[in-house]
């Protein structure tokens, strides 16, 4: 199997910025598309940033320009680099992967989550 691991979240100030990083790890298997989708209390999960291995990327409409997803596919690791936050931020993030397990199914993997609080 594969576990996804994050972490960087935490409390910040209106227009500070914070680093989230997912690390996948288990045995034998291939990462497709990674991605980052947050959840605030009352609201459903929404999608923040994707990226294939290609390297394109996909961001929300919210949070474009200020936010930046990467990937080091020979570290299994994706990165989200938030920039400018905003109260409206503030939310759960979870790290998404499809994971393709060599010679299994592919499937979709989430991480635990990590709390990103934003002070005005």
């Known amino acids: 199997q594969v576990q996804l691991v994050e972490s960087g979240g935490g409390l910040v100030q209106a227009g500070g910025s914070l680093r989230l990083s997912c690390v996948a790890s288990?045995?034998?298997?291939?990462?497709?598309?990674m991605g980052w989708y947050r959840q605030a209390p009352g609201k459903q999960r929404e999608s923040v940033a994707l990226i294939i291995s290609g390297g394109s990327t996909n961001y929300a409409d919210s949070v474009k320009g200020r936010f930046t997803i990467s990937r080091d596919n020979a570290k299994n690791t994706v990165y989200l680099q938030m920039n400018s936050l905003k109260p409206e931020d503030m939310a759960v993030y979870y790290c998404?992967?499809?994971?393709?397990?060599?010679?299994?199914?592919?499937?979709?993997?989430w991480g635990q989550g990590t709390q990103v609080t934003v002070s005005s």
């Open positions: 288990g045995r034998r298997f291939r990462i497709n598309v």
């Open positions: 998404n992967a499809n994971i393709w397990i060599i010679g299994a199914m592919t499937d979709d993997y």
